[in-house]
């Protein structure tokens, strides 16, 4: 394995989510490395961390290179077995637990089910009513509660409406209704079905030619795929988008995270 290449494990007492969330956005930073990625879930005792060491330590045996370990584990108990493993041990929790516990003269809990238990049921039938929702106004499928929507993403077809509204209602407990801008639609003129609720639309653009190469996967070879199409679409979205006063970003090269940030800005909504 050559340096530029590095087994990476994330190591938690739950399901890994925070572990990964938290060192991958360390990660990111230095993209000229190949990361070979392992998720060790719901280490939540002394005899599973022993085993989660003896994966790593398999893993490092013979390689000039070390692990790289991100640990988020909440028992000072448990997350002390890691200090004799193998690799770079980055503690993700450990010294701001620590300083929490200073700061507020108490003791860390150490319950691994805490972060990721369903507490406020009313939050989470929200959550779920959320996702519902999204599902059933994707793609305009549904227009009888759109009145409902907390946001309405609005774009041509294959810009990225669908997984943005998904992540908004999933992560945010957002409903999230959204509209495909097709040819039925008069240029410059919002559809009446949406027309009442401007002030929740918010626009998807990206560039012709990854449109056209996205849409070419799923229809290769077509009209809707071609290039002139893609860029006539775009335009008058955009077009669309200005003349009504819709904020808009584009979709290019953004993650779902990024487009959900600016959202979320942009249009005022807070976490559910």
């Given at each position: 394995m050559s340096p530029k290449q590095r087994p990476v494990f994330f190591v938690s007492d739950s399901t890994g989510i925070t572990a990964e969330t938290l060192g991958n956005a360390l990660l990111v930073q230095f993209p000229d490395f190949e990361f070979e990625r392992h998720v060790l879930p719901f280490t939540d005792s002394v005899e599973a961390a022993r085993r989660a060491v003896g994966i790593i330590r398999a893993a490092a045996a013979g390689s000039a290179v070390k692990p790289i370990v991100f640990v988020t584990v909440r028992a000072a108990g448990v997350a002390e077995e890691f200090q004799d493993a193998p690799g770079e041990i980055i503690d993700l929790l450990g010294p701001h637990l620590t300083h929490l516990e200073e700061a507020l003269d108490a003791t860390r809990t150490g319950d691994a089910t805490e972060y990721h238990r369903v507490g406020d049921l009313a939050r989470y039938h929200d959550r779920i009513d959320a996702v519902e929702y999204t599902f059933a106004h994707d793609d305009a499928q549904s227009l009888r509660h759109v009145d409902r929507a907390d946001l309405i993403i609005v774009a041509p077809s294959r810009c990225g409406k669908t997984p943005t509204a998904m992540y908004l209602a999933l992560q945010y407990g957002l409903r999230v209704a959204n509209y495909p801008l097709t040819d039925d639609d008069?240029?410059?003129?919002?559809?009446?079905?949406?027309?009442?609720?401007?002030?929740?639309?918010?626009?998807?653009?990206?560039?012709?030619?990854?449109?056209?190469?996205?849409?070419?996967?799923?229809?290769?070879?077509?009209?809707?795929?071609?290039?002139?199409?893609?860029?006539?679409?775009?335009?008058?979205?955009?077009?669309?988008?200005?003349?009504?006063?819709?904020?808009?970003?584009?979709?290019?090269?953004?993650?779902v995270e990024e487009m959900a940030s600016v959202i979320l800005t942009t249009m005022n909504l807070r976490h559910r």
């Open positions: 008069r240029p410059g003129v919002l559809p009446e079905a949406i027309k009442p609720y401007r002030d929740r639309l918010f626009g998807l653009t990206t560039t012709p030619q990854r449109l056209s190469q996205v849409r070419g996967e799923r229809r290769p070879g077509s009209g809707y795929a071609s290039l002139a199409r893609c860029r006539t679409e775009l335009r008058d979205a955009e077009t669309l988008y200005r003349d009504n006063g819709i904020p808009f970003i584009n979709s290019h090269a953004m993650s």
